[in-house]
């Protein structure tokens, strides 16, 4: 701690950014890998909707999301995480098709 206090503030400020360095390398590092994962094998950037946001443009409740699943309408996919998402562009066209 005293190593701290008697640093100057250019010092500390020079100190702090050599400590941060290798995390905002790792940050960059993931927002690189995010990135490449919001795009398709076409290089096209593909957009992620969520359960939530696929009931409300289609004005239908979770349950009937999930019947559209199973019925082959609509497609998920799985994140690492667990979470369920929804190619935004793959709804969009059930929507249209099912205004026809």
């Excluded at 609509?74 to 205004?99: A, C, M, P, W, Y």
Aim: charged share 25%; net charge positive.
């Amino acid at each position: 701690m005293s190593y701290i206090n008697n640093l100057t503030k250019s010092q500390l400020a020079a100190e702090l950014s050599f400590l941060l360095k290798p995390l905002q390398d790792q940050v960059a590092k993931l927002e690189g890998v995010i990135d490449s994962m919001k795009m398709d094998r076409s290089g096209q950037k593909v957009e992620f909707l969520s359960t939530k946001e696929v009931q409300e443009l289609l004005g239908v409740s979770r349950g009937t999301v999930y019947n559209y699943i199973k019925a082959g309408k609509l497609n998920q996919h799985n994140l690492s995480s667990g979470k369920v998402v929804f190619d935004r562009e793959e709804v969009i066209r059930f929507i249209k098709l099912t205004k026809k």
